[in-house]
């Protein structure tokens, strides 16, 4: 399959630890990426691999994968971590990204 | 810095064309492969094409092949959609994506700021 399946929508109370899952049969091949997207604003590479993040993005957030699912955690959740949430990874030919449909995060 | 500026976009009548154009800056742009993602309204993102660094490997979702050209021109540090026989569908915010890392590290790091294409008669 080269779907990539996440709840439309999370929320979390401010200060307190949510995760994002992400469901599909590449995962079991290869690794996740998660991005986040701000209204208006372009997508932002926040995790990827084996729990790596770039340069830059707070060390609240985290990734790990567990055969089909991929998850994405944040420890603490901030107000400015209201977002969109997009897993990626490859389709099960390798030739192909795919994204997963997205997890709009809300902070109470 | 390291920068991809698309541009381009535009309302466009159903079956028109249009072609998006995304200039990148401060980084070697010839040894990346590069993508192009879009985001439709209310909708999540949608993997389009990508081309590898030498343009001798393109690849193509299902729902633009045939209608959709990917190419680059290294010396210009550019890359370009031709996207031809547009629908109301493809209505949606344009991205280019730089591919970096190989195998469990790949990744999409870099993004512009995304360019607007309208459909609409």
């Known amino acids: 399959s080269s779907e990539l399946t996440q709840d439309p929508a999370v929320s979390v109370a401010l200060g307190q630890t949510v995760r994002i899952t992400c469901q599909g049969d590449s995962l079991r091949s290869y690794s996740a990426s998660w991005y986040q997207v701000k209204p208006g604003q372009a997508p932002v590479l926040v995790t990827y691999a084996k729990n790596n993040r770039p340069s830059g993005i707070a060390d609240r957030f985290f990734c790990s994968t567990s055969g089909s699912t991929a998850s994405f955690t944040i420890t603490g959740a901030q107000a400015e971590d209201e977002a969109d949430y997009f897993c990626n990874s490859r389709d099960s030919s390798g030739n192909h990204w795919v994204f997963g449909g997205g997890t709009r995060l809300t902070v109470l | 810095e390291v920068q991809l500026v698309e541009s381009g976009g535009g309302l466009v009548q159903p079956g028109g064309s249009r072609r998006l154009s995304c200039a990148a800056s401060?980084?070697?742009?010839?040894?990346?492969?590069m993508n192009w993602v879009r985001q439709a309204p209310g909708k999540g993102l949608e993997w389009l094409s990508s081309?590898?660094?030498?343009?001798?490997?393109?690849y193509y979702a299902d729902s633009v092949k045939g209608r959709f050209t990917i190419s680059r021109d290294n010396a210009k540090d550019s890359l370009y959609l031709q996207m031809n026989s547009l629908r109301d569908e493809d209505t949606a915010v344009y991205y280019c994506?730089?591919?970096?890392?190989?195998?469990?590290?790949?990744?999409?790091?870099?993004w512009g700021q995304g360019t607007t294409v309208n459909v609409s008669s």
């Open positions: 401060g980084f070697i742009f010839n040894i990346y492969s």
């Open positions: 994506a730089r591919d970096l890392g190989a195998g469990d590290f790949r990744r999409l790091d870099v």
């Open positions: 081309i590898s660094r030498d343009s001798s490997t393109i």
